[in-house]
Structure formats: structure tokens, C-alpha cells
């Protein structure tokens, strides 16, 4: 029971105040630009951002467009690239992205 005890402590000490601060910044959200309907080309089931911009990809089509938001929000494509069907996990790393 004294480990669940501390366990709840130690949770409230680190865990509470981590969420408080990552609601913080939530909240300074800023809306630079908004999109109307099919402005933007849909399907895309992953979304990763790198130094290079936004990587894009649509699992049921392999297809991948890497793209540029500029300051205003406007969304500039710059290279686009067939990649195997059906990845379920696309993350950066320091590396590159991995699959």
C-alpha cells in the first residue's frame, strides 16, 4: 500500500504540473490562416514534421509530397514521391524520417 501511496505522490509532484505546462502552451495557439473545404487535397493518413517541412502520406495509395508552410500559412509542394502502400507508424528522427 506505501508504494501506491508514493507512487500517487510522486505522479502529483511531476505528472500535474508537466499537463498544467503543455495546456499552457496550447493556449497560445495562434490561427495564422484558415483553409476552406477541399482547398487542400485529402486522403493523407500522416502528417510529419521535419527540418526539411511537412512529409505527407497517404497510406491506401503509397503516394508522399513533402511541402513548406510560409509565414501566412500558404502550403507550397516542392517534391512528391511514390512510396510503398500501407506504412501505419511515420516518424522523424534525428536521422530522417523512419517507417
Do not use: E
Not at 498544467?20 to 510529419?48: C, E, I, M, Y
Not at 509530397?65 to 512528391?80: E, Q, R, W
Amino acid at each position: 500500500m506505501n508504494y501506491v501511496r508514493a507512487l500517487t505522490l510522486i505522479c502529483s509532484i511531476v505528472c500535474l504540473p508537466l499537463v498544467n505546462h503543455q495546456v499552457a502552451h496550447a493556449l497560445d495557439h495562434t490561427t495564422v490562416k484558415v483553409h476552406p473545404d477541399r482547398s487542400f487535397s485529402t486522403g493523407w493518413t500522416h502528417a510529419v514534421a521535419n527540418p526539411n517541412g511537412i512529409f505527407w502520406y497517404n497510406a491506401q495509395t503509397g503516394s508522399g509530397v513533402l511541402g513548406k508552410l510560409d509565414s501566412a500559412g500558404n502550403h507550397t509542394s516542392f517534391k512528391t514521391t511514390a512510396y510503398a502502400k500501407g506504412w501505419t507508424h511515420i516518424v522523424n528522427t534525428p536521422q530522417g524520417i523512419l517507417w
